[in-house]
């Protein structure tokens, strides 16, 4: 047996809400490493193409799902997910909790520091009824089964915009922010299965083609070795020490447009973006209730400027700082 897992995230753009890195795990019965192209074995109970309307639950590059759906099909993946590996988060904040993976800079349990920030408060599902989740449940996990598998865990790593500025200032730019989240992950990955063979899938960090120096220091206890770094691929080698099972494993493979070679990374980028929408949504519905005729924001570009314009006075009244909403970068 060998466990898949991909790594992706979602809001690395933005100017307002969060940085959010998420990871997904399934179990298959694979002497080595497994194939992160799942599609074709999972033919019948999952779909790579967001649009039509067939049960089967759909799997694919975030971006891609959101722009065809909206937020349906990302709720659908990510809740129906957590239902197979046996959790069903009724709200935000036990969704949250469920998936909430040790950092190293101790924050990732820290709320938000903005009065918007109510996960509680937020029930699940938000946009798809509690059937169409378990429907997708049932798809994946009968899916799996017939390969021998079966859903294991997924693991979510936010940084709103307070966490994130610190992690910027203590790491130096964003691009390294973004690997300190995702050395979270890989270390959570890396603790569970300490005796058997991995094999994790992760998007390039904006065209980043060099990962060794970081994950030496990411994993300094291990030997980490450099199978290729080419101008398409970075691949890497963790031997784990003191490891039981003495062939033991963890191979990284690293690659643009990862979430279309790996089910696992699609279905990581699909959870990470979730999480960040459920995330605006509360930002959100806070300053609508405020200001009359506010027009939503999804952070982004010259628009997240006019939402800051917009909320101005009631940021003001309310004692709501600057770092609290916007990105240092």
């Known amino acids: 047996m060998a466990i898949l897992v991909g790594i992706d995230e979602a809001g690395y ?3 307002l809400g969060p940085l959010v890195v998420a990871a997904a795990a399934v179990r298959l019965p694979t002497p080595g490493f497994p194939d992160p192209n799942l599609w074709g074995g999972l033919r019948g109970h999952v779909r790579k193409r967001p649009r039509g309307t067939s049960s089967r639950v759909v799997i694919c590059d975030s971006k891609d799902a959101y722009a065809a759906r909206g937020p349906a099909p990302l709720e659908r993946a ?14 935000l904040s036990a969704l949250l909790e469920t998936t909430c993976v040790p950092s ?25 009824e509690t059937g169409a989740v378990a429907s997708a449940a049932d798809h994946l996990a009968r899916g799996l089964a017939r390969l021998g598998g079966r859903c294991e865990r997924l693991w979510i790593n936010a940084a709103p915009a307070t966490r994130f500025n610190r992690l910027v200032r ?34 390039r960090h904006g065209g980043r083609r060099y990962y060794a120096e ?30 039981r099972a003495r062939l033991a494993e963890m191979r990284l ?15 990581a980028s699909m959870a990470a973006k979730y999480v960040r929408e459920l995330h605006m949504h509360q930002l959100n519905a806070y300053f609508r209730l405020r200001v009359p005729g506010l027009r939503p924001t999804a952070g982004y570009g010259r628009d997240a400027w006019r939402f800051l314009e917009a909320i101005a006075d009631v940021r003001r009244t309310e004692g709501v700082p600057d770092a609290a909403l916007l990105r240092c970068r």
């Open 104 to 128: 190293a800079d101790g924050e990732a349990r820290r709320a938000a520091a903005g009065p918007w920030q109510r996960p509680a408060a937020l029930i699940l599902p938000l946009h798809e």
């Open 214 to 243: 970081l994950l030496a220091q990411a994993f300094p206890m291990e030997q980490v070795s450099t199978i290729d770094e080419s101008p398409g691929l970075s691949l890497y080698s963790l031997p784990r020490t003191g490891s």
């Open 170 to 203: 203590a790491t130096g730019n964003k691009a390294a922010a973004l690997f300190a989240l995702a050395a979270d992950l890989l270390g959570a990955v890396h603790r569970r299965w300490p005796d058997e063979t991995i094999h994790v899938t992760m998007d």
């Open 253 to 267: 493979t690293i690659m643009n447009r990862c979430e279309q070679f790996s089910l696992a990374t699609a279905l």
């Open 78 to 91: 990510t809740l129906g997910f957590l239902a197979a590996c046996g959790s069903a988060p009724e709200t």
């Open 13 to 15: 753009g933005p100017h």
